[in-house]
């Protein structure tokens, strides 16, 4: 198990940026791929993107594609989702997740963050 605290959220303007931290509990960091989804109002929890254990490959969801990065620390047991080009419809709780398995997918995540809300107002 791996424990899992995002932070960065907040309220920005369209075309704004922001960039999310999640902070990782354990030593075995790096044999997660760690990955951050959002929901939306309404709406079903989404995936948005993924980083490998080793940090060499990455996959993001076309609407975010070109946008947002996702990148990893390990030194400081920590990934980010840093966020360009913010649209209204990128307002949701973004939630960080990490998968038992060192290769990316989109699927079979096992622990989640608590969310950090990101609202893009237009």
């Known amino acids: 198990q791996v424990q899992l605290l995002e932070s960065g959220g907040g309220l920005v303007q369209a075309g704004g940026s922001l960039r999310l931290s999640c902070a990782a509990s354990?030593?075995?960091?790096?044999?997660?791929?760690m990955g951050w989804f959002r929901q939306a109002p309404g709406k079903e929890r989404e995936f948005v993107a993924v980083?490998?254990?080793?940090?060499?490959?990455?996959y993001y969801a076309n609407s975010v594609k070109g946008r947002f990065t996702i990148s990893r620390d390990y030194a400081k047991n920590t990934v980010y989702l840093q966020m360009n080009s913010l649209k209204p419809e990128d307002t949701a709780v973004y939630y960080c997740?990490?998968?038992?398995?060192?290769?990316?997918?989109?699927?079979?995540?096992?622990?989640w963050g608590q969310g950090t809300q990101v609202t893009v107002s237009s």
């Open positions: 980083i490998s254990g080793s940090g060499d490959n990455t």
């Open positions: 997740a990490a998968r038992a398995a060192p290769w990316v997918a989109t699927f079979g995540y096992d622990n």
């Open positions: 354990g030593r075995t960091f790096s044999t997660y791929a």
